[in-house]
């Protein structure tokens, strides 16, 4: 079979699209034919060289094709399924798996970065990493879910604890995780503010449910902020940008505001004025990809069609070279999937 591969760190002629053997199952496995793979930001910092990185390496932390083997033991899928993969994978066993914090797990992983993904025409799966695709979605949409998808919920639902009526401030409404950000808390009755790079991406952001959009390249953020909640600031901020935002995130952050952060793009070196930490009493939550029911739990607004994954456009998995620079200027609007 055809796979994306990195045998070793680099720009984007270390990318092959290799011929290996097809994989074959263990008796708790299925043989997922895969349809389309979502590409995340994770691909790029992996082919650049991250710590634990085995190589060589299928790239892809996402999927979703038809199950075409199962393993004998297997009980809840049947060949011609149509499947997505959950990415985190976890020992099972531990002290946090045991609670359902697999994402804490001392022995975590996502497909792609420290064991094969799922950039690759056949995978095979535990049962556990699987569900099926909703009706009303198609391969690559159902692609374009899972990691951001867990990484959303865990950010505001698991660690800052939105309720209802609360403003939430989102960074790059039409980011894979700011997208989906945006339907989860609108989902739980929040009211979203957000700010995209373009006006394009500021009328997607308001199609996919955000009350109040604005252009950051245009806008002083935080005297916007303050004119839209009377000078309160908000509740929530979902950080994902880094040392850039960081500064205009905890000025917009009011009194008891939480701001949840699952990303360093632009620097992870940020400074902090204590005094207004305590004087305001905030917090500052770290958060790191999502716990196995939070995928359930998105999975759960997805069929009942509350969120939707957002795509730009496919890739020929062929034309992964491609695919890489184009994710690397930044000018997409949601998620791009590779078809093998
Ligand atoms: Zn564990």
């Not at 505001?156 to 997208?179: D, H, M, P």
């Amino acid at each position: 079979m055809k796979a994306v591969r990195i045998h070793k760190h680099g720009g984007v002629d270390v990318l092959k699209y290799d011929d290996i053997p097809t994989p074959t199952i263990r008796d708790d496995q299925v043989l997922v034919k895969i349809r389309a793979a979502a590409m995340n930001h994770l691909d790029l910092w992996v082919r650049k060289g991250i710590p634990g990185v085995p190589l060589p390496c299928i790239l892809g932390s996402d999927g979703a094709g038809c199950v075409v083997d199962v393993g004998s033991k297997v009980t809840s899928f049947h060949p011609g399924d149509r499947v997505m993969i959950q990415p985190l994978t976890y020992c099972g066993v531990c002290h946090f798996c045991q609670q359902g914090k697999e994402n804490y797990c001392d022995a975590w992983g996502i497909f792609g970065e420290n064991q094969d993904g799922t950039q690759c025409e056949y995978m095979a799966v535990d049962e556990t990493h699987i569900r099926s695709i909703p009706d009303h979605l198609d391969f690559v949409e159902a692609s374009a879910f899972s990691l951001v998808a867990q990484t959303a919920l865990a950010m505001l639902v698991r660690r800052a604890k939105i309720q209802r009526g609360e403003a939430v401030f989102i960074w790059g409404g039409t980011s894979g995780v700011g997208s989906i950000g945006i339907q989860i808390a609108k989902a739980r009755g929040a009211i979203v503010y957000t700010a995209t790079g373009s006006e394009k991406k500021s009328s997607v952001a308001k199609e996919l449910g955000a009350d109040e959009v604005v252009n950051y390249t245009k806008t002083d953020i935080v005297k916007w902020i303050m004119e839209k909640t009377n000078g309160r600031g908000v509740d929530v901020v979902m950080e994902h940008v880094g040392a850039l935002t960081w500064r205009t995130s905890m000025n917009i952050l009011g009194k008891g505001g939480r701001l949840v952060t699952c990303g360093a793009t632009t620097g992870p070196k940020v400074n902090l004025d204590i005094r207004h930490l305590f004087y305001k009493q905030q917090s500052i939550l770290g958060s790191t990809m999502g716990d196995a029911a939070a995928m359930d739990e998105a999975l759960d607004l997805l069929k009942k069609k509350k969120i939707r994954p957002l795509v730009d456009r496919t890739f020929p998995m062929k034309d992964i070279k491609k695919a890489h620079t184009y994710l690397e200027q930044n000018k997409q609007i949601g998620k791009v999937a590779l078809i093998p």
